[in-house]
């Protein structure tokens, strides 16, 4: 397995700012991806964050709301651009492992509130 | 459209009981079924399945596939309040993970 991070684990933020949550993986993947868990909400994929080229997006998803960077193999950031209470959620990095086919292991979360 | 439901939705039980859990699916490009529990935030891995009529077992948690009748189960013996979460079922397509709302299990002393 690998040991992954995220910064910060909860926020506040206020509505109209802007916040960038970072994920650190100790080992380097191939696979990152971004979640969203809205309150009694399952979990949504937002984008797959490709190493060295542009995220992809997920329908309902855009990259000027949600920019992610990946500039190497073990990190990547989500930014929430120009924030409303609706981006209230828990915001969730995963990782594919190398040599595993489809299990995605998850960071911490990251929980926002927006007020 | 591709859907992964789940149930119960919730459920509520002594500690010792057994409990069952569903997933079922309607998936194209079906790959394989994913188990996980989920506590505070981060959800946990529990099992991969891939193939039908295979058990997957781990201390007290099994799972089985049934590509028949699309759907799992998640079997939790002498349960244990540290077994409290929602457990989440997610069904690999050839693109990403499609996740079901989930059970939320409560376990009493």
């Known amino acids: 397995s690998a040991v992954i991070s995220q910064k910060p684990s909860r926020d506040i933020c206020q509505r109209g700012t802007s916040l960038t949550i970072q994920c650190q993986v100790d080992?380097?993947?191939?696979?990152m991806f971004w979640y969203r868990q809205q309150p009694g909400q399952s979990l949504t994929l937002i984008a797959t964050?490709?190493?060295?080229?542009?995220?992809?997006?997920e329908s309902g998803f855009v990259i000027d709301k949600f920019p992610i960077s990946r500039p190497n193999l073990t990190f990547s950031t989500l930014t929430v651009s120009n924030m409303s209470p609706e981006d209230s959620s828990i915001y969730l990095c995963?990782?594919?492992?190398?040599?595993?086919?489809?299990?995605?292991?998850f960071g911490p979360g990251t929980r926002l509130t927006v007020t | 459209e591709d859907k992964v439901v789940q149930s119960p939705l919730s459920l509520v039980v002594h500690e010792g009981d057994t409990v069952t859990l569903n997933c079922s699916y309607e998936?194209?490009?079906?790959?394989?079924l994913l188990w996980y529990k989920q506590e505070k935030k981060a959800p946990t891995f529990l099992f991969m399945l891939t193939s039908s009529g295979i058990e997957k077992k781990s201390g007290r948690l099994s799972s089985i596939l049934d590509k028949k009748e699309l759907s799992s189960i998640l079997n939790i013996t002498a349960t244990q309040t540290g077994d409290s979460a929602i457990y989440l079922c997610?069904?690999?397509?050839?693109?990403?993970?499609?996740w079901g709302l989930g059970t939320s299990l409560a376990v009493n002393p």
């Open positions: 997610a069904v690999a397509n050839n693109r990403k993970l499609i």
């Open positions: 080992s380097q993947v191939t696979m």
């Open positions: 998936v194209t490009n079906f790959r394989s």
């Open positions: 964050a490709n190493q060295g080229s542009e995220a992809t997006y």
């Open positions: 995963s990782v594919g492992l190398p040599g595993t086919s489809y299990e995605q292991y």
